[in-house]
């Protein structure tokens, strides 16, 4: 029996969780496998017949691509298709999926498993290399099969993902959302969209663990405690019982839960919205049961994950109806598609960029792209006829682009005999922030990307925890500009959101109101906690207590500021509040 062990790395998303390691990221002998029923072994048989093929073309392309380049030898990657071809392999993987139901991916994984454990068996050095080919080409077809449209990958009892790379929205998404307790990853920020899809379904989350395969095995029992940044490995029985002993009261939960379907006031009366971001149509079902005010920014986006081509009108436009439909009366902000940046779909061949969150992305593909452009709109009007919805820009950076897009918007209202929803900016480029002025004259409304905004103004990657302490919302610099576009916003009679994860952080609530901020939209599971939180605060005494925020100019003395207001304006109502993960 191994030890138990602990590695530490940066908390992502807090909570804790326990279940057993999941590996995605590398060829790895799994815990869990995957049974079939019998009516399935001719799908799975043909599925790996395809895969086959793919890949073979796919190593024949790159070898054309890199022949005469002089750095590799492309004979190597004859091997591989030498291993797609061969009879024993082909010959197991199918005898496997056929005697003893189990799908494609499990079949390919024990298969390759087996030729590896002989290749590292074997006296040879030619048979020992083969075990790197071995592992290559396993994961080369097993990535194919989750490629697969929709595909999620379920499990029998709790796991913790452990993923070795930098993690990402398809992570989450091709995995048993139900069954994931926890991530663990050697890579990622706090406001990637990984994390913010883990956020919004309550997945603790801890990155920055060094050399995750070697101190974790596929099926450890892992406790993750990412409050404390901490994944233990192999916890003792206790520390997993005083876990499940320390969770928080469900009546707390349901009580909070259920007073909060209501509007939120501030203490003197003044009204608040919180609305919620959602990504996939469920969500929307999440944000009614969280008490959702409206959804102030639906990531479009997400209709493209794990795609192949590009979402036809009509398949589009049932993404719409579906959530217009959900939210009913309450209001609904569309953005158009931010592709790019994290968010790259497999089937749009983006340029490779040194910057890509700097490069070609969200309004400036959809001003490039037309085609698209105008599906979407098509899609969303045709859904939205009798909805109350809107439409958002992200990444406008100067008024010229809103002018060009919105003029796109307008002429396909025109072709399609609808009336132009009301349109608005999304500000997360520090220019347009900069130029909020003239945009307000323009625009029906605003919202605050503050996950771009922070990492444009401090060139910090949001994805990219080394430099993740220049990522800080209570950086007095970042704090002005925030309240200074908040009053543009007041000054014009123009509603302005914010629905970056900062407007999510219960830390953050009072020094928001402070500024004058009147709609929050966060991750669903945190609507109760933050609409809580307003009803503690009064908006005047809110104001007065963040009006001298001119005076700060360090980050570590606004974080003592805060903490002040925090004790000042809340009490401990801050400390006693669950987390997002505990509902
Ligand atoms: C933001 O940048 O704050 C935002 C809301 O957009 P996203 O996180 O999807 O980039
Ligand atoms: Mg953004």
Redesign the pocket.
Known sequence: MRKEKRVTGLSIVPGKGVGKAYFVGRATQQTSLVSISRQDVGDQIMRFNEIRERAKEEYRKYAESINGAGTFDASILNIYEHILDDPAFIGQVVETITTKLFDLETSIRLVSNDFIKRFSAAGTSYFKERVSDMVEVCEKLVSYINLDEGRTRTFLEPIVLVVLRTFTPSDILRHDIDKMQAIVSASGGK?S?AA?LARSYGIPVVSGIRGISEVIRPGDQLYVDADRATVFIRPPASMVARYEREKPPREEINRLKKKWKRPAYTRDGIAIEVMS?VSLVNDVDTANEFGADGVG?V?SEYLLANRKEFPSEDEQGSFYESIFKKIGSKHCVVRMM?IG?DKTPDFLKMPSEFNPFMGWRAIRILLERQDLFEIQLRAAMRAGQKANYSIML?MVTTLQEWLDAKAVISGVAKKLGVKTPPCGV?F?VPLAVLEMGSFMREIDFAS??????LQYLSAADRNNPKVNYLYNPIEPAFLKILRSAIDTSKDHGKPLSI???MAGDPFHTALLVGFGLKRFSVNPRTIPIIKELISTISFAEAAEATSHIEALDSPDETERWVKRINRRLVGDVLQKLPLPSDF
Do not use: A, K, V
């Open positions: 406001t969209h913010i971001n920014l990531r931010d940046g992200p999304l997360e605050i990307g503050t996950n771009d905004l629905c970056g994860e």
